[in-house]
């Protein structure tokens, strides 16, 4: 029975070092950026999308956006209700100071106190926050936060949500990203 877990324990670490994660005696040039550098790449970007096999194209819809997370707490719920869905913050909290993170008393070492994203694998009959730098490139305001309302891999999909949406939000609308699916730990 030993022989049998240390077999299965070697093939699990041996998956991570494939990726440079932890376990992994050479670190790639990913191992000591931000979480959010290494979260999209906007679909429009020059660089060829083809050359990280760790992303994937994704359809994110984007209900709301602002910093009081109050009244986009509110959206979240309306939306979620509209939906039939519910609001899911992945037993994140939200902090002035640091916008949506993990608790610093969590047990996750890498990310207590930190924002961790949504991933496309994660449940996706969702509504939830999230820090809009995780999904746009561009936005230079750290403590930003938008409304999601789920990630799709089909664009279809996406747009069939906002069209439900845009009667009650007028500002909902389909983001394409190209999003990171690597190893984050």
Request: proline fraction near 3%; charged fraction near 25%; charge should be negative.
């Amino acid at each position: 029975m030993k022989r049998v877990v240390s077999l299965f324990l070697l093939a699990i670490i041996a998956s991570c070092q494939e990726k440079g994660s932890v376990g992994s005696s050479r670190m790639n040039d990913n191992a000591f950026k931000s979480p959010h550098s290494l979260l999209i790449k906007e679909s429009d970007s020059t660089e060829n999308p083809d050359k990280n096999n760790d992303m994937g194209t994704f359809y994110v819809v984007e209900v709301a956006e602002g910093n009081d997370f109050a009244e986009l707490y509110q959206i979240a719920q309306q939306t979620a209700s509209l939906l039939s869905s519910k609001t899911d913050m992945m037993n994140r909290i939200y902090r002035k100071d640091k916008g949506i993170i993990i608790q610093e008393n969590s047990d996750d070492d890498i990310y207590s106190g930190e924002y961790y994203p949504r991933r496309p694998f994660d449940d996706q009959n969702f509504v939830s926050i999230e820090m809009a730098y995780a999904y746009k490139r561009n936005e230079k305001d750290t403590l930003k936060m938008t409304v999601l309302a789920n990630i799709f891999e089909n664009k279809a999909q996406s747009d069939s949500v906002v069209k439900l949406l845009l009667p009650s939000f007028k500002d909902a609308k389909t983001l394409k990203n190209e999003l990171f699916l690597g190893c984050m730990h």
